[in-house]
């Protein structure tokens, strides 16, 4: 085959030797704007996954990469005046000149032709290549030149950072930040070869623009930076190669995903997109260069295994495309995290976190390091950390299994005068078996059940305050005595058999009312006996099939303030021991909160402050009449997944609002409230709201959503991303779920119901055994 590469950097180098030294009688060019060996950057990083690779694909390349590397274990931060350090991270650092000279020597080695200080303005250049390679980085020209078949999505962030080096050798990935009267920078650092170190500094574009850093030259820039990093820099100077640019050289990150990755040009020449030019890595997460590396490999592989004939080509890159497009967006989405996080820490966790969890949510700031990963490691820091949990928490810090401290999530809680043991919640879960809105013996032993299982708090299902404000028959209610009375025998039940809290949460249908039960047609409105749905405004859950509900009145809403006020009496005299208000979810009182279905032109709608009108009067009438010792929670949905929904920077007002009320907590849902949501799943992906609000309303928050194993709890409560974890499904799968996964994390001072005591034992020796053979 005839093979151009447009672009002499690490995919186009390094795909362009493989296939020369697979089959010497292709003709390979690698086309480089830049003169030989002339390169700008400093240091890259790899994995050990991508040495593995390269060692397989090409041994001589990567003996000298391996050579040329610089290892190191440890992460360091300096923050505060505290210098925290944690081991077993296993990075590898070269210099990105001297990682490109080792691929342009092989390259000429095995017959590559490289031509230098050549620019490319179009693939067209070349009518006889066969394949060419578009590895012409982040601004592609090629890729902007077929826009509408590639469709990039291309993100600009609002941070701005400058890539320098210095002579100071640092011994471990050192992250330092550092406070001005107008914010907070960082500095990302490590060492790449016997000289030289990268350093990186970035911060919020306000914070560069406060500082006239958009005015100042490259070498006022470098100067600002080595007086504000002075300390760690210890006498030496920082260096930038940046000459090519002009201005001060503070760049912002570009995020490029593309949709389509290869296309067939007019002369009949098949491109494809490799390396930056059709996916972007943030440097938080170092995984630009290895994702260069792995994508050049891919495609070898694939020429490799279906052949190296033009022929060929169309499978061959759509398989590539389909592989490596799961990597990739794993990579992106990892490094989306941790690009955020550095995005946020001024406003979000510099101030707040003290230093030692504010490493360990630096740490975690990926979500690909979790609390038990932490662990394997640095078991020592770890450990060191949950004690430092622990008696931040009015914990002893050794009051786990002998000589160990007690995990996070089951440190205890305590807020107003109510305690719980720890920190696991199950979530409120509808169960659509009430008759008449009246409990009974199902929901004895559902709750019961989750009661004895460990949990710290346990939720009734969503309790309507009247009979039209049910969503289905099947829905209990606490607008009777009689169902009152039904509720009695459940609680005076969990609080003789349990340590366990029992919770209450009230709320009322609004437009999602009147329907079937889940399992009969979930949200489809009920064939017969239908009742009258109150909403915000006029709406159809479910356009075409939904009943439609009338705005509330004035009167209509004093009467439902009123029905909350009487379930809340009633809960207080049962003797519940935590109270939520229901806002989430599109049920009445969040109709009210989201502009999706609040459409009034009175004083409760229109801006937020006016559609959160009413929900608080509810709050406030309810929080009146529960008692001042026992805490009351408020579930909102922090996102709708609809453009011009709610918002998390929306949740966060929302959140503030409800505090200055007096609401303890923010129970952290999202969406729900319209049918044209796209939510994105994923594991924990509710708990950044929980955090955003936590940190920015300066109110605890309990985290929901997608949190299946301890391990997940343990590191959203340690890194402060919440205060307490709700956890759903899983208990409906396994009412015990707090106690098996205490016994399968070793804490086995969790205490069982006596009458299952001698399970305990074998449950913990099985995890052990289990543990020992991993």
Known sequence: MNIVCIGGGPAGLYFGLLMKKRNPNHRVRVIERNKPYDTFGWGVVFSDATMVNMREWDS???????????????????????????????????????????????????????????????????????????SDGVNSRIRSRYVDTF?????????????????????????????????????HIYKFDATTSTFIVECPESVWLAHGLDRMSQADSVAFCETLFANTLDGHQLMTNARHMRGSAWINFQRVACEQWSLQNDNGSHVVLMGDAVHTAHFAIGSGTKLAIEDAIELTRQIALLGDEPVHLPQILANYQALRRVETLRLQNAAWNAMEWFEVCGDRYCDQLAPEQFMYSLLTRSQRISHENLRVRDAAWLEGYERWFAEHNSVLANAGPPGKPVPPMFTPYKVREVVLPNRIVVSPMAQYSAVDGIVGDYHLVHLGARAMGGAGLVFAEMTCVSETGRITPGCPGLYTDTQANAWQRIVDWVHQNTHAKIGMQLGHAGAKGSTKLAWEGIDQPLDQGNWPLLSASPQRYIEGVSDTSAAMSRSEMDEVLAQFVVAAQRAKVIGFDWLELHCAHGYLLSSFISPLTNQRDDEYGGSLQNRLRYPLEVFAAVRAVWPVEKPMSVRISAHDWVPGGITPIDAVEIAKAFKAAGADMIDCSSGQVSKQEKPVYGRMFQTPFADQIRQEAGIPTIAVGAISEADHANSILAAGRADLCAIARPHLANPAWTLTEAAKIGFTLQPWPKQYVSAKRQMEANFERERAQR
């Open 151 to 187: 469709k990039p999505d291309i993100v600009t962030r609002p941070n701005r950072f400058i890539w320098m080096g210095t002579n100071k050798l640092y011994d471990a990935f050192t992250f330092d930040f550092q406070k001005t009267e107008h914010g907070w920078f960082q500095a």
């Open 60 to 134: 001589e390349t990567a003996t000298q990469i391996e050579e040329a590397f610089n290892h190191w274990d440890d992460i360091e931060l300096l923050f505060k005046g505290r210098v925290i350090r944690s081991g077993g991270h296993g990075f590898v650092g070269i210099g990105r000149k001297k990682l490109l000279n080792i691929l342009q020597e092989r390259c000429m080695a095995l017959g590559v032709e490289l031509m230098f200080d050549s620019d490319v303005d179009s693939d067209l250049d070349f009518p006889d290549a066969d394949l060419i390679v578009a």
